[in-house]
């Protein structure tokens, strides 16, 4: 499924085509996303919920030191 979210950190936009059903977004409103989404990486479920990408990570991290 694509699925685009704003950043949190920067407010851009972003778009990421993860392995997972409408069933599942159904799910996890109703329970957290480890286990609605187990298959997905942390990354991919940071994404889902914050919009933030690991590259935008990544280069916050680098930045800080």
Do not use: C, Y
């Amino acid at each position: 499924m694509v699925i685009t979210r704003q950043s949190m950190l920067t407010g851009k936009m972003h778009t990421m085509d993860l392995p997972i059903t409408e069933s599942q977004l159904q799910q996890w409103r109703q329970t957290n996303i480890q286990e609605a989404m187990p298959h997905l990486t942390s990354d991919e479920r940071e994404f889902l919920l914050s919009g933030i990408t690991k590259d935008e990570w990544d280069e916050l991290l680098e930045s800080e030191e």
